[in-house]
């Protein structure tokens, strides 16, 4: 939880083999949701999932499940970090649609887009996402223009949708 842990414990991870490294991901994964919004652990669940080990970035999705939207506007950047990891490395597109439906569903959709990190996470959505998810998400981002439109971190995100659609 602080700068020397998250060094000791990425070095660990790089290096650990066989039931040591399982174990060191299983404990990272079964605490990825308080990770994630730490300074420090956050960077150990974003080391996980640049490891693009696939049981474990879908054991890390499961977890985080049901918190991307709050971790999208932690206070500080960690938890839209982790989120923005997460549409990356979620290895299947079902996996990243589970986290944009997550958003599209939300009563909170409007305040991620002019959130000063949230915004990123939904651009990121933008960038990864294919077809009827994606036509969705920038159907939702037209929705709420009137909301949008007038934010300046809500106008990157109304922009990237129209620019989007021009290379659906």
């Not at 020397?4 to 650990?16: I, K, Q, T």
């Not at 290895?91 to 997550?102: C, L, Q, Y």
């Amino acid at each position: 939880m602080d700068k020397s842990g998250c060094c000791v414990l990425n070095r660990a991870l790089d290096c650990a083999q066989g039931e040591l490294k399982e174990h060191l991901l299983l404990k990272t994964i079964a605490n990825a949701v308080f990770l994630s919004e730490n300074p420090f652990g956050n960077y150990v669940v974003q080391h996980v999932l640049d490891e693009r080990i696939q049981h474990a970035t879908i054991r890390i999705l499961e977890q985080l499940k049901g918190y991307f939207v709050s971790l999208s506007m932690n206070k500080n950047k960690y938890g839209s970090n982790v989120v923005e990891k997460c549409l990356i490395w979620s290895g299947r597109e079902e996996n990243a649609s589970m986290i944009i439906e997550e958003f599209i569903h939300s009563p909170y959709f409007v305040n991620i887009c002019r959130d000063n990190f949230g915004n990123y996470v939904v651009q990121k959505a933008l960038e990864v996402s294919k077809g009827g998810i994606r036509n969705a998400l920038v159907s939702r981002i037209n929705d709420s223009y009137p909301d949008l439109h007038s934010d300046i971190n809500a106008k990157r995100v109304v922009r990237k949708a129209r620019d989007s659609r021009h290379r659906i």
